[in-house]
């Protein structure tokens, strides 16, 4: 690997003048990148350092370790810096590079859609679990950077999606991630813009589910560089819950199933919220740490 290992100890000014650059090991700066990240991110701090330095010079986990000893030239350390401070100033990382892992697969993010949370992995494996036809159409709701329904449309080729978002720049992102033909993005208000009542096999979505007084006592990373549409659930958190329960069922076929992500504490509360028919066999599924985090309940029809 060469890029950003630049053996050069001087590179031609705009006056076409050769500048001398100033060499630094490359393990010497990992060590004071962790060192000045750890007061923001504190654990967080190497795994963070470890995917700037893969980012800017464009190499793999272990060349970062087998490479320590080479040098790296000043014009990467000035792009270093920049990232350094944006992060000081607690702008979440995946927004300064531009990226984010989801499912061990690269997704394109912008500060237009949310930051995708590994949590939200559950949701997908409930989905991937539960529904074994081979052939299927799905809504992805509040599709976001897009990552739900391009994963189930990955893992499942034969599957189709519609990932549906009220905000049309997230779905320019979603747009940049799609690589399945699969899947269809529609900008609507939930459900408003299938008029026809077209009705899925199944609908999965992570609604926006803090309660709107509680975001500003969120990380400053959060409630400062996220968007609001994407977190904001209303007073109690709960009215996209309540919308879904209400506006679902005609665009879900008889026996498909809703699956949503849901905040760790809201379980009782989703459940009665969904215990009226047409809606029927509420399941909840927790995470490692025993949180309730996934919902399952089917459209009895
Ligand atoms: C919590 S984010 C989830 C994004 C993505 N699915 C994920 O899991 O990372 C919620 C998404 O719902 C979208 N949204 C908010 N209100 C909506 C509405 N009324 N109709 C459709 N989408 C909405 C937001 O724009 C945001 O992209």
Redesign the pocket.
Known sequence: MNRGFDQKRSAPTASGQQQTLIMRPLSELMRETVAKLTGVLGKHALPHTERIFEHLLCCSHTDLYLDGHRNVDSVLTDRLDAIVCRCLDCEPLDYILGTTYFFDREFIVAPV??V??PD?ERLVEQVLCHEKARQLCFA??????G??ACILTEQRPQWNGVG????PR?LSVARRNVRSEGIGLVC???FRAFRALRRFDFIVG???YIKSGDIGGLDESIHRFE?L??LDGGNDGLAFFRRLAREAPAHLKAGGSLYCEIGYDQEDAVRSIFSAPPWDRFRCFRDLAGNPRVIIVCNRG
């Open positions: 859609v949310l995708p949370r939200t992805d709701i509040g599709t976001g950077s990552i739900i549906i978002d009220v905000s997230a609507s208000d939930l992570n609604p926006p968007p549409i994407a």
